[in-house]
């Protein structure tokens, strides 16, 4: 019996083994393929992460040199031959681009720049906020007081970024339509909010006294 059974075992060895090399040669082209894949996907990887490098390095030299350019005019030329791979890049460029702009006095230009990355929606709610707000302060002579206010509120909307940015310019146009009331309760309203700044809230209570108001005792929790 240990004969037969020896015997035995090695037909069915041999015949696991013949099925196990009829398996390979049907199924040994997925192995090969999956293993072309992962090697072909790292190597893309690999490749697509010098090629990022590279690019953002690219892009870091070209707004160095034209940052270090003296003349305002050259320095925004220089900065619209820059080209940018992302939104996030592009806005960066967009905001040196209108600094540049608005220092050599192309002030329409720099908030058209500044407009452009306010209304760009796969950016964060910060960056199109800031782009917004600086738009607004650079036409602060231009557009109406009306028109800068309903653009404040909606910067001044409750969970906004520069909520209290926005706030302190809204008590500032309050002062331009001659209700210095107004301007007055805003600017308590700003140095008892639990989140301002201790900047904004030393600029609020300054402006406070120069209108001859008195400071409110500080009664909201600071955070």
């Known amino acids: 019996m240990s004969d037969v059974d020896s015997f035995i ?38 490749y697509r992460k010098a090629r990022d490098a590279s690019q953002a ?40 681009l209108s600094g540049a702009l608005s220092e ?14 306010a209304v760009q929606g796969d950016l964060p709610e910060i960056y199109r906020s800031i782009a917004a707000f600086k738009a607004l302060l650079l036409q602060s002579e231009t557009m109406p007081a009306a028109e800068r206010r309903q653009q404040f509120e909606a910067l001044a909307a409750p969970g906004a970024p520069l909520r209290l940015l ?10 331009t339509d001659g209700d210095t009331q107004a301007a007055l309760e805003r600017l308590q309203s700003i140095r008892q909010d639990a989140e301002v700044s201790a900047d904004i809230q030393q600029r609020a209570t300054q402006l406070i006294v120069a209108l001859g108001g008195t400071p409110e005792p500080i009664t909201a929790q600071q955070g």
């Open 9 to 46: 075992d090695e037909v069915t060895e041999e015949v696991r083994r013949d099925r196990l090399y009829l398996q390979l040669r049907r199924w040994g082209w997925v192995g090969v393929l999956a293993v072309v894949l992962i090697v072909g996907g790292a190597a893309f990887n690999e």
């Open 57 to 96: 390095q690219k892009l870091g030299d070209d707004i160095l040199a034209a940052m270090q350019l003296n003349d305002a005019a050259e320095r925004a030329d220089a900065l619209a031959q820059v080209t940018a791979n992302s939104a996030g890049e592009q806005a960066v460029l967009g905001f040196l």
């Open 104 to 117: 050599s006095g192309s002030v329409e230009q720099a908030v058209e720049q500044l407009n452009a990355i």
């Open 166 to 175: 926005a706030e302190e310019q809204l008590a500032l146009i309050d002062l």
